[in-house]
């Protein structure tokens, strides 16, 4: 099955990813190093796409996710508030997690946080999402898509999507830590960081 490209961003940093925070559905904002590497990852967009009118620009709906947007369609010339926003798209839940550290997680339920590490993709905290059920939601959208894509979202998703276009294994794909600073275009199964 030939799939449309897709150009994809993680969201800059918020205080809570500088915290080892986990974040989730919790609407946080970009901080100032965040608002940076949305302008230089916009700047590399200009460069990549030379024809942006032939992408559907897609975002998250949380806040971080979308100020990433504006800000990268700002620096390529383009108005800030014209793309388009998808729910499926929004960050895993950590459920009862969010607003936890990680060391606070690890030192309050051990054996959780062992659970974790040993199978990441299919660890689903209490209230919230696994991986697998992010790629599934992710998966239905990425079906849909009749158009090549910018998109700005969430690391989990980012890490759904790995799994889904390049065929990477779960437990790697799980434990990928996603830059926030680069551009990734996934096109034909195969994946290039910019």
């Not at 961003?9 to 205080?15: A, C, E, K």
């Not at 030192?107 to 992010?134: C, I, L, T, Y």
């Not at 898509?145 to 989990?156: F, I, N, T």
Request: net charge negative; aromatic share 8%.
């Amino acid at each position: 099955m030939t799939r449309p490209t897709i150009i994809y961003t993680r969201h800059g940093q918020t205080d809570w990813n500088a915290e080892l925070r986990f974040q989730g559905k919790q609407d946080i904002p970009l901080n100032d190093v965040g608002r940076g590497q949305a302008v230089e990852n916009g700047r590399k967009l200009k460069e990549i796409l030379t024809e942006p009118e032939s992408f559907d620009f897609i975002s998250s709906p949380l806040w971080r996710s979308r100020e990433t947007m504006e800000i990268m369609r700002r620096e390529m010339s383009l108005p800030p508030e014209d793309y388009l926003i998808d729910e499926r798209l929004i960050e895993a839940s950590y459920g009862e997690l969010e607003g936890t550290t990680l060391a606070e997680f690890k030192a309050k339920d051990r054996p959780a946080h062992q659970a974790r590490k040993k199978n990441r993709w299919h660890f689903q905290p209490p209230g919230g999402e696994s991986h697998q059920m992010v790629l599934e939601r992710v998966t239905e959208w990425c079906n849909g898509l009749e158009r090549d894509a910018m998109v700005s979202a969430h690391g989990v998703v980012g890490r759904a999507l790995r799994r889904l276009l390049v065929g990477i294994e779960q437990q790697e794909a799980a434990s990928f830590v996603f830059p926030q600073d680069k551009i990734f275009i996934w096109r034909d199964g195969k994946e290039e960081q910019v």
